[in-house]
């Protein structure tokens, strides 16, 4: 008996030992777990990333209501143009955020006219419109509303800049880069400089307008005429070369005498009635989409006598572009591209500029678009310079500043960045926040003496560092849907985060 009670004591000694022995091998795995995810994060998170505000619960909006925006789908198409169709637009603006809390930013009050040399008199020139701001509710004056110091200093330090002979480029980038404020034209002239419409030799401002709007002139002429315009047009000059008079029997040739190549029937590739009717579907697509374009805002969209110049305006700057350059064409998408440079240069207080705005605006969109063209162009679409590499890069600068997202959202939720990223990247950002963000945004887009596309794809990265707390407590479902309609936020807190991408970028 004392054998066996000496027996079952060692027994329950020994499985003492083993729970010991399990519980304090548990206790070393739990901290080595918990030691390896701390060095993890503090290796792939940097440490200003870190920031209790990364991972704070969302603080309400502390701002007026944004107003959403809603847009019709689009009518099917057969061309390959409608690629963006296949990513939803945002349709109504999520109020929670991942940042802190918005505060939106007083209108800053107008300060003085903007010296520029003064433009040729011009008896026939057409009253100026005046526009409503759709966001302030005001139409450019000052309605009492005060202006923080920050804002006010910066209109100062532009103006300043700005009324130099010989504008210094470097100083105008920085200070547009913090957001240009509105008032006295200086949004207007600053996008000219920075997308090298105007020299910075003001000496000159004068003779390259005039030349680039005659310019401009001579292409809607050229290109906007209808066929039976121009064969009437070839005909009169031939018939005064030949030293014959037109008169009211002249226009109209017998069947034998028209060119095969004016014939209305001829298929040929210099015909000018086969490139007329080529031309149609194009110009149906434009008209439709230019209709769609900020449905939300009176200056684009209504019945009323300046919303439809505005429209008329639009169509034949795309018309133009897409016939001067027949590799692209026209893509949807163009037009939301091509609404924030019209819209700026229209409201301009100068009048001269604002007549103008059409053709100011035709040059500075070639300029824009010249950065971001391949994006457009599908057959590029795999190649180095295509959408689907440039979508790449940005994910590569997520990983590098983020890994643990990166990793969350690429390999854990397969939420593959064309998903969303597509829509951001070629619409420069204009579809994810209202208007009057997307202007700031642009302020600093334009800004960079290296091109828009490197800080656009800081401005992307940002974005999903601002909601990473949301995105890694979500799964596939959730996370699409949330960069797919991306909450309202800080502009400047964005736009800072990205600036600060940029100075702990290892490359």
Request: glycine content about 6%.
């Amino acid at each position: 008996m004392t054998q066996g009670g000496s027996s079952s004591h060692t027994v329950t000694t020994s499985e003492e030992q083993h729970t010991h022995t399990k519980h304090t091998y548990t206790v070393c795995t739990e901290t080595l777990a918990q030691k390896e995810s701390e060095f993890m994060v503090k290796k792939r998170v940097p440490d200003w990333l870190n920031s209790s505000m990364w991972s704070s619960s969302p603080a309400p909006i502390i701002s007026p209501p944004s107003k959403s925006r809603s847009r019709s789908p689009p009518p099917p198409s057969s061309s390959h143009d409608d690629r963006l169709d296949a990513f939803p637009s945002k349709s109504s603006s999520v109020t929670s955020s991942d940042s802190s809390p918005v505060i939106e930013p007083p209108v800053p009050i107008p300060p003085p006219t903007l010296i520029r040399p003064e433009p040729p008199n011009n008896p026939g020139q057409t009253p100026r419109t005046e526009v409503r701001d759709p966001f302030t509710g005001t139409g450019g004056s000052d309605d009492g509303i005060t202006s923080s110091v920050e804002d006010v200093s910066r209109q100062a330090k532009l103006l300043q800049a700005l009324s130099r002979k010989i504008i210094d480029m470097g100083e105008l980038r920085q200070l547009a880069s913090q957001g240009v404020p509105d008032g006295a034209g200086i949004r207007s002239t600053a996008w000219k400089l920075l997308l090298a419409y105007l020299p910075s030799d003001k000496g000159i401002w004068s003779s390259e307008l005039a030349k680039k709007r005659s310019q401009y002139k001579q292409f809607k002429e050229e290109l906007l005429m209808n066929p039976s315009e121009i064969t009437r047009k070839l005909e009169d000059s031939t018939s005064l070369q030949n030293g014959e008079q037109t008169g009211a029997g002249k226009g109209l040739l017998s069947r034998s005498e028209i060119p095969h190549g004016e014939h209305p029937l001829s298929l040929g590739k210099t015909s000018v009635w086969n490139r007329f009717f080529q031309d149609t579907e194009i110009i149906e697509q434009i008209d439709r989409d230019v209709k769609r374009t900020h449905p939300d805002m009176n200056f684009f969209s209504g019945d009323s006598a300046s919303a439809k110049a505005n429209q008329d305006a639009l169509k034949n700057i795309l018309i133009v572009y897409a016939k001067l350059n027949p590799g692209i064409r026209y893509v949807q998408g163009m037009n939301e591209i091509l609404a924030p440079l019209f819209y700026v240069f229209k409201n301009d207080p100068d009048e001269d500029y604002v007549v103008n705005a059409e053709a100011d605006t035709f040059f500075c969109f070639v300029d824009l678009l010249s950065g971001f063209q391949d994006n457009f162009v599908q057959q590029l679409d795999n190649s180095v310079v295509g959408i689907r590499s440039t979508i790449s890069k940005m994910s590569l600068l997520l990983k590098e500043h983020d890994e643990e997202l990166w990793r969350h959202l690429e390999i854990t939720t397969k939420v593959n960045p064309q998903f969303y990223a597509f829509r951001w990247i070629t619409l420069l950002l204009t579809q994810e926040f209202n208007f009057t963000d997307s202007l700031h945004i642009w302020d600093t887009l334009l800004s960079d003496p290296e091109g828009p596309q490197e800080t656009l794809l800081r401005v992307c990265c940002a974005m999903l560092i601002l909601v990473r707390r949301r995105l890694l407590a979500g799964d596939f479902t959730a996370n699409l849907k949330l960069l797919q309609s991306y909450p309202s936020t800080n502009i400047g807190h964005l736009l800072y985060v990205a600036n600060k991408l940029r100075s702990h970028s290892t490359h």
